[in-house]
């Protein structure tokens, strides 16, 4: 038993939320007074998402994102992360977080054999910084950044391309990769945003982050990456690190897709860009079986949508719902 769509993509990699809660307010994600968080109760409890991960490995998925939300946030996350470290059938557990509240951390991380930290960090200036995430933690992140990096942990930096606030530094970003053995991922900017109402001066997608670093410098080289990979990414020749470009709104990668995602209430959905299909948690609380619940999730992906424009073509209704409700 796999999961498989009707293109015939091979389900192997799920991105969970573990909360909706969040200590930051980044400005692309959420309004300023955050977002209508859900009743406690209406969280998947921890026992819940180790049973749907386990169900999920047993039909071939074989990586995990956690995120949120802040999944840092969320009370027990390590030990959580601890519980999920016995399944074998996972050959990568990853985890997506603004740092504020790791540093603490960073040795138990290694020790669980995390496989890679994406950090989620927009600006390298403290008031800037400041200024996207409307609360000044810059200091706590950067001390992040500097303990990941001097780990054994793969380190990849989350960098929001955000028109009018820090395209300036997109060079300064690529410069990291100069001296570091990191991976810099530039992210469109996509209108989940709970209603924040962004106004953009000018849409920073992919040919134009690609067209702005090549104007900087004469020659870079494409390098290879997974099949399933969101970036696509490059390196300037003799630097250590490298940079990647996630067409995440213009969604060119979707051919490949290998994802799915469950959000923290339990929601279940095949693309980013769907309204959600159905919620894991009511038939959890109802008393499905294992072998319901493996139906219920081939059944699913199978009607997967073949792109993320259909998806949200069939939603009904526009994409804004907050990032920290769904999962980056
Ligand atoms: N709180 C954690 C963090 O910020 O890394 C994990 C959750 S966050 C929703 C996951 C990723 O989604 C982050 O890298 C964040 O920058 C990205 N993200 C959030 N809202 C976005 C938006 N509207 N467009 C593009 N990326 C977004
Ligand atoms: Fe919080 Fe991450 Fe959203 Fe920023 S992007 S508000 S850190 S969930």
Same mark, same amino acid.
């Not at 038993?1 to 990699?13: A, C, Q, T, V």
């Not at 995602?261 to 009511?282: E, S, Y």
């Given at each position: 038993?796999?999961?498989?769509?009707?293109?015939?993509?091979?389900?192997?990699?799920?991105?969970?939320?573990?909360?909706?809660?969040?200590?930051?307010?980044?400005?692309?994600?959420?309004?300023?007074?955050? $977002?209508?968080?859900?009743?406690?109760?209406?969280?998947?409890?921890?026992?819940?998402?180790?049973? $749907?991960?386990?169900?999920?490995?047993?039909?071939?998925?074989?990586?995990?994102?956690?995120?949120?939300?802040?999944?840092?946030?969320?009370?027990?996350?390590?030990?959580?992360?601890?519980?999920?470290?016995?399944?074998?059938?996972?050959?990568?557990?990853? =985890?997506? %977080?603004?740092?504020?509240? $790791?540093?603490?951390?960073?040795?138990?991380?290694?020790?669980?054999? =995390?496989?890679? $930290?994406?950090?989620?960090?927009?600006?390298?200036?403290?008031?800037?910084?400041?200024?996207?995430?409307?609360?000044?933690?810059?200091?706590?992140?950067?001390?992040?950044?500097?303990?990941?990096?001097?780990?054994?942990?793969?380190?990849?930096?989350? @960098?929001?391309?955000?028109?009018?606030?820090?395209?300036?530094?997109?060079?300064?970003?690529?410069?990291?990769?100069?001296?570091?053995?990191?991976? @810099?991922?530039?992210?469109?900017?996509?209108?989940?945003?709970?209603?924040?109402q962004r106004i953009m001066e000018d849409e920073w997608n992919f040919n134009k982050i690609l067209n702005h670093i090549k104007e900087n410098y004469p020659k870079i080289e494409q390098v290879s990456s997974s099949k399933s990979?969101?970036? @696509?990414?490059?390196?300037?020749?003799?630097?250590?690190?490298?940079?990647?470009?996630?067409?995440?709104?213009?969604? %060119?990668?979707?051919?490949?897709?290998?994802?799915?995602?469950? %959000?923290?209430?339990?929601?279940?959905?095949?693309?980013?860009?769907?309204?959600?299909?159905?919620?894991?948690?009511?038939?959890?609380?109802?008393?499905?079986?294992?072998?319901?619940?493996?139906?219920?999730?081939?059944?699913?992906?199978?009607?997967?949508?073949?792109?993320?424009? =259909?998806?949200?073509?069939?939603?009904?209704?526009? @994409?804004?719902?907050?990032?920290?409700?769904?999962?980056?």
């Amino acid at each position: 038993m796999e999961l498989k769509d009707k293109f015939g993509r091979k389900i192997s990699y799920l991105r969970l939320a573990v909360t909706d809660r969040c200590n930051l307010r980044c400005q692309y994600c959420m309004p300023s007074q955050g $977002i209508d968080i859900v009743d406690r109760k209406e969280l998947l409890s921890y026992k819940e998402m180790y049973r $749907i991960t386990r169900i999920l490995s047993e039909l071939g998925v074989n990586k995990v994102r956690l995120t949120g939300g802040e999944p840092f946030v969320r009370k027990d996350f390590v030990n959580f992360l601890e519980s999920l470290s016995f399944n074998d059938k996972l050959n990568e557990i990853n =985890i997506t %977080t603004n740092g504020a509240l $790791i540093s603490n951390h960073i040795d138990k991380l290694e020790e669980l054999k =995390i496989n890679a $930290i994406n950090l989620s960090i927009d600006s390298l200036k403290r008031e800037k910084f400041a200024q996207i995430t409307r609360r000044d933690v810059f200091e706590n992140v950067y001390d992040t950044f500097e303990k990941l990096e001097k780990s054994n942990l793969n380190l990849k930096l989350n @960098v929001v391309v955000q028109s009018g606030f820090n395209t300036d530094e997109i060079i300064d970003f690529v410069e990291l990769s100069k001296d570091k053995n990191i991976a @810099v991922r530039f992210i469109e900017e996509m209108p989940f945003n709970g209603k924040g109402q962004r106004i953009m001066e000018d849409e920073w997608n992919f040919n134009k982050i690609l067209n702005h670093i090549k104007e900087n410098y004469p020659k870079i080289e494409q390098v290879s990456s997974s099949k399933s990979s969101t970036s @696509v990414n490059f390196k300037i020749p003799n630097y250590k690190g490298n940079f990647g470009i996630i067409p995440a709104f213009t969604r %060119t990668i979707c051919n490949d897709c290998n994802r799915i995602r469950i %959000t923290a209430t339990g929601m279940f959905k095949n693309c980013l860009f769907d309204g959600g299909v159905f919620n894991i948690r009511d038939f959890i609380r109802n008393g499905a079986s294992d072998e319901e619940l493996k139906e219920l999730f081939i059944k699913t992906v199978h009607n997967k949508p073949e792109n993320g424009f =259909i998806a949200e073509e069939n939603r009904g209704n526009d @994409v804004s719902e907050s990032m920290s409700t769904i999962g980056g």
